[in-house]
C-alpha cells in the first residue's frame, strides 16, 4: 500500500514531525510525506534515519502540490483540514486527491469540531472588518482567530459542522465512508 501523509503548520510548539510517518513505515506500508515547511521537513528526514528509517519527504503545500501517481490512502495530519483557509481551496484539494486515489484508496481528515457552533455576531462583525479595510479575504462562517500569546501570533482554524465537511467531500464528488465526532471529528473519503 502507498499512501502520503501531508500536514500543514501548527501552532503548537514541540511537535514530533515525521511521527505519522514513522508509524507507518513501522507498520511496513511504503509512505512518502508532504511538509510546507522545508525545515520541518528536515527534521522529519532526520528523525527517521535516527531510527534507520527513510521516506521521500516532500517540501510542498497540500493545497497546491502536484501529486505524481495514484496512491492508496490519503492522511492529513491532526487538524490539517481545519488549517487550509476557505471553503473553495478545501474543495479543490479534496477534490484533486480523490483523482489521485486508487481504486478502493481512502483519504483520512481529521477536523475540529464545532461543538457548539461558533457564534454567528462574530463571524459578522470579522466579515464587516475585512469590507472595511477592504480585505481581498472574506471570511466564513465557522472561522476562528484566536491569539496565541506563547507563540505570538494570530492563530486561524475552520471550525466544522459534520453537515458542513460531508458537503464539503460531497462537493469535491467524494463519499463519506466513516464520519466519527466525539470532540473532534474524524471522516474516511471514497470516490
Do not use: N
Not at 107 to 116: G, Q
Amino acid at each position: 500500500m502507498r499512501c502520503i501523509c501531508a500536514r500543514r503548520p501548527r501552532p503548537r510548539g514541540g511537535l514530533r514531525y515525521g511521527r505519522d510517518l514513522l508509524a507507518l513505515l513501522e507498520l511496513g506500508f511504503r509512505t512518502e510525506g508532504l511538509e510546507p515547511v522545508a525545515e520541518l521537513a528536515q527534521q522529519a528526514r532526520e528523525r527517521l534515519a535516527r531510527r534507520g528509517l527513510s521516506a521521500t519527504v516532500h517540501t510542498d503545500d497540500i493545497v497546491t502540490a502536484t501529486l505524481p501517481e495514484r496512491l492508496d490512502v490519503f492522511i492529513l495530519s491532526w487538524y490539517c483540514y481545519s488549517y487550509i483557509p476557505q471553503r473553495r481551496r478545501r474543495i479543490a484539494m479534496l477534490g484533486k486527491l480523490g483523482d489521485r486515489l486508487a481504486p478502493e484508496g481512502r483519504i483520512l481528515i481529521s477536523y475540529i469540531l464545532a461543538d457548539p457552533p461558533p457564534r454567528r455576531a462574530l463571524w459578522r462583525l470579522a466579515t464587516l472588518a475585512a469590507r472595511v479595510s477592504r480585505s481581498d479575504w472574506r471570511p466564513e462562517y465557522g472561522d476562528v482567530f484566536v491569539a496565541r500569546h506563547e507563540i505570538g501570533r494570530i492563530h486561524f482554524e475552520h471550525r466544522f459542522t459534520p453537515q458542513e465537511i460531508e458537503a464539503e467531500a460531497h462537493a469535491a464528488g467524494l463519499r463519506v465512508a466513516f464520519h466519527a465526532q466525539t470532540s473532534d471529528g474524524s471522516l474516511a473519503l471514497v470516490t
